[in-house]
């Protein structure tokens, strides 16, 4: 048990699995302060193994830093109201004061943020609202004393005169991926002369989502839906520890315009706690520090989408932080990309089914988005964060409340959490008709990609398709889409003069025809026709001209690129990139 490698088996397959892992790499980081002192203390690196989470320590735990240790705990007691706690005891996380620091902080303005200093929340005060929420049942004071979470928490501060068993035991859970926990249990159980009721304490629902009161057994052999699961303590204790160390809980905002405190007093809870592939403890705390800071809340499926797209900003951030003084960075190339050394998020939705109670609804999994390539330099960094910061403004301004704004998200999600191209390619037409509404119902300016970050996208995550959008012809068709739809439609919108009429639904048209090669060659080559036809007409009336002409050569390198990679990807990449947005000054400057 005094070793450099621990190991976490994979038992439930939720995230109550990576709490474990993480609240062990907690334990043994205070072990460490404290033995060694904060600026020598060994590394802990957490690694997937497949079927368990493998804590890999520069140097082995030794069992006389077991002996000489001070009391300690990485358990804080969440207190609400006038809740006793033990004399002495001053591991607190008092919930009302917090709340009410951040309702202060939330409604202010962003200079006088700035002044808040230490008072600003805490990065991890999501945790405490999560857990200190009374329909969570996790820190309620009953007949019977405090429910599950608080009781962990105390526990460890009552059994302070077996500190060192309780270590030694935790050691000793964790030595093989194969030990028997009931059997450790039953060895803690002799050696602290405890009786059973002292080891069991009930597994609370926010820290195994899969073992609160209703159906919770592997298979529906019995349903003894009333019953409340049961665990060794000192593991749980452990997965509580994991909780404050990798969890990141948020409340989902109802998809209304106007809300009531019963809207915000009754919103789901989503938990997304981080999965890694092959992270550094110490690498973690600094990225996750930045990374949930409290955001402001979100409908469910633009949640999913910004919590991964700005993990990923800020593992870059992080990455551009520790070589502030570097051009080029001089690590490991694979560790730069943020897909290799994490894998995403194990995500839990909560829902106030009953009464008082929440219930777990759904689990899922989202992947990282492969976009990042690997960043080898601190211009690729920044350009990587730009697309990152332009996808966020796009995301951030579709209504999830409205039917088509909903399945527009849940294709992006596709896109951004399964890496689907095809799902992107639904986005991309889908926010076409998005951006032309918007635009026709007032509003002066509506997000949209740009040609040249969507290039940098594919770049990174797309290689084989580079050739297309690199291409001229491919080029001077997008500029000629982008000149028949959203251009001459954002002028109308901020009520200038447009020499051209809007072509509505050409997006929708040219995915339509991709189906079949020849069709698809046929309606492009309409609308260049009447692109060039109005070209002219426009100029002999007016004798000025907007826009250029498209030639010969471009319809000539575009059914060439329709022959090569297919006429559904060429239309989708043209719909894509036509509906971009140009410099400001290509967009309006006459020619």
Not at 2 to 28: N, S
Not at 540 to 552: G, P
Request: aromatic share 12%; net charge neutral; charged share 25%.
């Amino acid at each position: 048990m005094y070793q450099d490698t621990y190991y976490v088996p994979k038992r439930t397959g939720t995230y109550a699995d990576v709490l474990t892992a993480y609240g062990l790499a907690t334990i043994l980081d205070r072990l460490f302060e404290q033995a060694k002192g904060p600026f020598d203390k060994p590394r802990i690196e957490i690694l997937d193994q497949g079927h368990y989470y493998a804590l890999h320590l520069s140097e082995p735990v030794r069992e006389d830093w077991i002996r000489e240790l001070s009391f300690f705990t990485v358990v804080d007691f969440v207190k609400r109201g006038d809740m006793e706690t033990p004399a002495g005891f001053r591991w607190l996380r008092l919930w009302d004061e917090e709340r009410e620091r951040f309702f202060r902080y939330a409604t202010a303005s962003s200079e006088a943020r700035e002044a808040f200093g230490d008072e600003a929340p805490r990065p991890d005060y999501r945790v405490l609202e999560f857990i200190g929420n009374r329909n969570m049942q996790a820190t309620n004071k009953t007949r019977q004393g405090f429910q599950s979470y608080n009781r962990i928490a105390l526990r460890w501060w009552d059994l302070r005169d077996h500190f060192a068993t309780n270590l030694v035991c935790i050691l000793k859970i964790f030595a093989s991926p194969n030990v028997d926990w009931e059997e450790i249990a039953r060895e803690w159980q002799r050696e602290t002369g405890l009786g059973k009721k002292s080891t069991e304490v009930t597994c609370s629902q926010a820290l195994n989502p899969m073992q609160g009161q209703g159906q919770n057994q592997p298979k529906a052999s019995r349903l003894d839906t009333r019953t409340n699961i049961q665990g060794f303590w000192l593991l749980e204790y452990v997965k509580a520890a994991g909780l404050w160390a990798v969890a990141a809980p948020q409340p989902v905002r109802p998809p209304k315009k106007t809300l009531t405190a019963r809207d915000w007093q009754r919103a789901d809870w989503k938990v997304y706690v981080l999965s890694p592939l092959r992270l550094s403890f110490h690498t973690h705390r600094e990225v996750v520090r930045e990374f949930r800071q409290v955001l402001n809340p979100e409908t469910s499926i633009k949640l999913d989408i910004i919590y991964v797209l700005l993990f990923v900003r800020s593992w870059l951030e992080y990455l551009e932080a520790t070589h502030q003084d570097n051009l080029d960075f001089d690590i490991d190339p694979t560790l730069a990309v943020p897909e290799n050394v994490v894998a995403g998020f194990h995500v839990a939705q909560f829902k106030l089914l009953s009464r008082n109670a929440y219930t777990m609804v759904n689990l899922s999994f989202l992947d990282l988005p492969r976009w990042t390539g690997q960043p080898e330099t601190r211009a690729d960094v920044l350009a990587l964060k730009e697309v990152i910061d332009e996808h966020l403004d796009v995301i951030r301004g579709i209504d999830e409340g409205r039917s088509d704004g909903y399945n527009l998200l849940r294709a992006y999600r596709d896109f951004v959490a399964g890496n689907k191209w095809d799902a992107f390619y639904d986005f991309a037409v889908g926010y076409s008709h998005e951006i032309m509404r918007r635009l026709n119902e007032g509003d002066r300016w509506v997000p949209t990609f740009s040609p040249s970050r969507l290039r940098r996208l594919i770049m990174a995550s797309n290689k084989p398709l580079l050739p297309i959008v690199q291409n001229t012809g491919f080029q001077n068709v997008a500029y000629a889409i982008r000149h028949s739809t959203v251009i001459p439609q954002g002028r109308k919108a901020r009520g200038l003069d447009t020499l051209y009429d809007v072509r509505y639904g050409l997006g929708a048209e040219l995915k339509r025809k991709a189906t079949v090669r020849d069709e698809f060659v046929v309606a492009l080559s309409n609308f260049m026709q009447t692109y060039n036809q109005e070209n002219a007409q426009v100029l002999e009336n007016t004798k000025q001209q907007m826009r250029r002409d498209l030639r010969t050569p471009d319809i000539e390198e575009v059914v060439r690129l329709v022959d090569e990679y297919g006429s559904e990807v060429v239309a989708n990449l043209l719909v894509a990139f036509g509906y971009a947005r140009e410099p400001r000054e290509e967009a309006e400057t006459p020619e």
